[in-house]
DNA sequence: TAGCTTTTTGAAGGGGAATTCAAATACTCA
DNA sequence: TGAGTATTTGAATTCCCCTTCAAAAAGCTA
């Protein structure tokens, strides 16, 4: 390991590129958030996660509630985006709607994503920045919700109960609570369990048995 | 105001006994959680709402995260309490249904008892107590909506298309995640809309119109 | 290689909040 | 009423973290 030095102590970390750093420090941010909660992370906690000092995180970024909004926001594209791609690569409704019912659930207590999106809910209360963010990332998966409904029942997959902007809503507001139930360690309500929960509401829904 | 005094100025707080401080010290820290948040609240906050200063709530409470902590406690058996009693007004298994929902819902964006239910999500993943205290809380108003759907469909009331607990538990779900949305002021779900949206998922599975 | 710029360090200082504690105050009970 | 005890105050102290900044280090360019 630390296969480049020959010395036994390194003097500094490694110098990079102004953009190159701040991405870095995006992610550390991220992490120190995760670690140790948006309202008590310390310039110190990014500074140890990016392997840098104080200073030097100051240095890219003077205001450090700067720095954790973009780190939020970041995490938050993040996971829509991952939510995205794994749609984009199905064009059943039915393998669509199981698959993003499993991608908004967090893979167990530890779920990076998750935690990080839970951190801000907690905070979206007193924070406006906050909660306008969460508000436009349940906005856009609702719609996503929407356009699979939309196209199942189009092409009579599925045999809706009611409107589909109701169903969507609905869906991820499942998604969402569960996955704070999840996080929080619910000893009988796992990914597992979460999914089938919410499979359960889908199916009624849909009048489809949601097989894949 | 301030009727039993004739001085001008009161030179120290009322003295009372350790366990009425304690009491009071609670109510107090559950204010003060509210006011600046769980991780941003501090020992001045608190003496501010009991009245007194950092030094006397020292004295009652040497570490101040155990007062939040039964703060936070308090603050939830609160709200559990005040649904079972709402509850208890009715008997027929329909308007005690629908006013359950909306008793689970925050009044707005403001309201206190779900603001503070917020603040112990977003720190239940990283702590521990908070998970657990949450997770009780969920239990238990799992056990409330299973009941009523217990209740209604040995009345013949309500058709259940899926076993109770899973509707209960989407049920609670439901509530958690439209607080947060609430509380984060969606400029297009506030409690009515909350209400409905919940009320049309509990529509479907009881095949019961809900119309009190 | 020398000089210039950018990035990083580390120490010093400044501020705010927790903590400590002696003194003051209020209550209890003999 | 007076002694003793419990509670509260307020100021001094300590602790912790952010902020600043001069100097060092690393990279860049000619």
């Given at each position: 390991?630390?296969?480049?030095?020959?010395?036994?102590?390194?003097?500094?970390?490694?110098?990079?590129?102004?953009?190159?750093?701040?991405?870095?420090?995006?992610?550390?941010?991220?992490?120190?958030?995760?670690?140790?909660?948006?309202?008590?992370?310390?310039?110190?906690?990014?500074?140890?996660?990016?392997?840098?000092?104080?200073?030097?995180?100051?240095?890219?970024?003077?205001?450090?509630?700067?720095?954790?909004?973009?780190?939020?926001?970041?995490?938050?594209?993040?996971?829509?985006?991952?939510?995205?791609?794994?749609?984009?690569?199905?064009?059943?409704?039915?393998?669509?709607?199981?698959?993003?019912?499993?991608?908004?659930?967090?893979?167990?207590?530890?779920?990076?994503?998750?935690?990080?999106?839970?951190?801000?809910?907690?905070?979206?209360?007193?924070?406006?920045?906050?909660?306008?963010?969460?508000?436009?990332?349940?906005?856009?998966q609702v719609s996503m919700y929407q356009s699979i409904l939309d196209t199942g029942a189009a092409l009579g997959?599925?045999?809706?109960?009611?409107?589909?902007?109701?169903?969507?809503?609905?869906?991820?507001?499942?998604?969402?609570?569960?996955?704070?139930?999840?996080?929080?360690?619910?000893?009988?309500i796992g990914p597992d369990e979460a999914a089938e929960l919410i499979l359960s509401y889908a199916?009624?829904?849909?009048?489809?048995?949601?097989?894949?």
């Amino acid at each position: 390991m630390f296969s480049q030095l020959s010395e036994a102590k390194a003097k500094m970390a490694q110098r990079k590129s102004r953009s190159d750093r701040r991405v870095d420090l995006i992610e550390a941010a991220r992490r120190a958030i995760i670690r140790h909660g948006i309202d008590r992370v310390q310039l110190s906690h990014v500074a140890e996660e990016a392997g840098l000092t104080s200073g030097a995180v100051l240095y890219h970024y003077p205001d450090l509630s700067e720095l954790l909004v973009e780190a939020q926001h970041a995490g938050m594209e993040r996971f829509y985006e991952q939510r995205l791609r794994q749609i984009a690569a199905f064009t059943d409704p039915v393998a669509k709607l199981v698959l993003t019912i499993r991608s908004g659930l967090p893979t167990g207590p530890l779920d990076p994503e998750v935690r990080l999106l839970n951190e801000m809910g907690g905070a979206a209360g007193r924070n406006r920045v906050y909660g306008v963010l969460l508000t436009s990332l349940y906005d856009r998966q609702v719609s996503m919700y929407q356009s699979i409904l939309d196209t199942g029942a189009a092409l009579g997959v599925f045999t809706l109960t009611t409107d589909p902007l109701t169903i969507s809503r609905n869906l991820v507001a499942l998604e969402d609570a569960y996955g704070y139930r999840i996080t929080a360690r619910h000893p009988l309500i796992g990914p597992d369990e979460a999914a089938e929960l919410i499979l359960s509401y889908a199916r009624t829904v849909t009048g489809n048995d949601l097989i894949h």
